[in-house]
């Protein structure tokens, strides 16, 4: 069965800061892969998304970067934090091609300080 | 262009009785239509979806919902309500002609059941 893993699970950085967040995917090959942020426990703002390695797409123009450096491996970062990049984050694959729905993480809950 | 529409930001409803969570949409093309549910802290679980076929969809934890293509509608029901169900829930919508796999989520609507 396929699994999707994200940490750390929680981060308090200070603004300024470097980040990296990490999503594997276990039990599936070349999954679309996705970076969301969610604020105030709310509404999906889709950050990221990748049908492959190497291959990015952003959505949103931001202090934010992605990834992907293995089939499975979602990275996203920040050189530099910001109090916005305060939220929760969530990564979430799919099968490549496909309609179906997404499968998400666990969340990392990241508040800059 | 795909949107959605979750028009209620909150459902309280009474344990034992029937729940239901209204979904709208607008497509170009086909929906496929998707329910998840998100516990605090956690991230969104899958619950069911509308891809072709039998209007009435039955899901996880006893959901269904239901097609309903003159209205644009996929609104989230359940017979009877349990505390558990107390969680936030998104409908996401995907257009079959689009060419993108990204789908549209709603803001959420929270569902608070009462004991």
């Known amino acids: 069965s396929q699994t999707i893993h994200q940490w750390p699970a929680t981060l308090v950085q200070p603004v300024g800061s470097p980040l990296s967040l990490e999503c594997t995917v276990e039990g599936t090959s070349n999954p679309n892969l996705y970076w969301y942020r969610q604020a105030a426990g709310r509404g999906l703002q889709l950050l990221f998304y990748s049908v492959g390695i190497g291959q990015i797409s952003s959505e949103v123009p931001q202090n934010l970067s992605a990834s992907r450096p293995q089939d499975r491996q979602f990275i996203l970062s920040s050189k530099k934090l910001l109090l916005s990049d305060s939220g929760f984050y969530l990564c979430a694959w799919s099968v490549l091609d496909s309609y179906n729905e997404q499968f998400f993480g666990p969340g990392t809950r990241l508040t800059v300080l | 262009a795909q949107s959605v529409a979750q028009p209620e930001d909150q459902v309280n409803v009474a344990e034992g009785n029937p729940l239901t969570v209204k979904c709208t949409y607008s497509?170009?093309?086909?929906?496929?239509l998707f329910w998840y549910v998100q516990y605090p802290n956690r991230g969104l679980q899958f619950l069911l979806k509308?891809?072709?076929?039998?209007?009435l969809v039955k899901g996880s934890y006893g959901f269904e919902a239901e097609f309903n293509k003159s209205q644009t509608s996929f609104h989230l029901k359940k017979p009877s309500a349990l505390v558990s169900d107390s969680a936030l829930y998104f409908c996401?919508?995907?257009?079959?002609?689009?060419?993108?796999?990204?789908?549209?989520f709603g803001r959420g609507t929270s569902l608070i059941v009462h004991p």
């Open positions: 497509v170009s093309g086909n929906p496929y």
């Open positions: 509308y891809i072709t076929g039998d209007n």
């Open positions: 996401a919508v995907r257009d079959m002609s689009g060419g993108s796999y990204i789908p549209t």
